[in-house]
């Protein structure tokens, strides 16, 4: 007795196709699925010009989009689309990753160039603050390899973390050349606070944290 694999309906009589489906639903998933694949294909063009992000981007979550919906055809046996739903979702799934890795990376080099010209180290850290944030919330949004943006975040934090600590070294320095040795000292103790509290390890700075507390100890010693 033949039954549709699609609707499920049985019969002795029931005529369905090399996919195991009856005439009714044959003409329906036709149609439905054609759809769906031009689509598809309309995307996979987009995409051939990676000269737009944003556009690209959007091709590649409306393809997808598409794909799962033909993927539930695939999931029944019946085939609707070469190559398979499965195949494009794994695809471009990469690609859509790969797309938003690019875009993120030539985004932040660009505002990082902004923040180093920016008048204060405040300014500068709140720039590259924002940009920290928008790739943490990518990274969550990743659907394959969400490591691909750990080099791009670490990037980021050096510069904040440096640009901090320089802000309290200029400081310093600058207190020291004008005589201001109390100002001086204050300004190397919160630079060696801000080592010394960061998420960096101690064992990788320790050079610089011996090179500040024997600096404040000098000054110390003549205030």
Aim: overall charge negative; hydrophobic content about 40%.
């Amino acid at each position: 007795m033949a039954e549709c694999r699609w609707c499920g309906k049985k019969g002795f009589l029931l005529q369905t196709n090399a996919d195991g489906i009856c005439r009714a639903c044959e003409a329906q998933i036709h149609t439905e699925s054609l759809d769906h694949a031009r689509t598809v294909w309309e995307c996979v063009q987009l995409l051939d010009d990676p000269s737009n992000n944003r556009r690209a981007l959007s091709a590649c979550d409306e393809l997808l989009a598409e794909a799962k919906a033909l993927l539930r055809f695939e999931e029944r046996g019946i085939t609707v689309i070469n190559p398979p739903a499965a195949q494009l979702l794994e695809k471009y799934s990469k690609k859509r990753d790969q797309i938003v890795v690019a875009w993120l990376t030539q985004d932040a080099d660009s505002a990082l160039a902004e923040a180093k010209l920016a008048a204060t180290a405040r300014g500068a850290t709140g720039k590259a603050n924002k940009v920290l944030l928008g790739i943490r919330e990518a990274k969550r949004n990743l659907l394959t390899d969400r490591s691909a943006l750990d080099a791009l975040e670490r990037k980021v934090e050096q510069f904040i973390h440096h640009t901090q600590l320089n802000s309290y070294l200029e400081a310093a320095d600058k207190a020291e050349f004008k005589g201001n040795l109390k100002k001086a000292i204050d300004q190397y103790q919160e630079a060696l606070y801000f080592l010394r509290r960061d998420d960096v390890d101690d064992v990788t700075q320790q050079e610089e944290i011996r090179r500040l507390e024997a600096k404040i100890e000098e000054l110390q010693e003549k205030a």
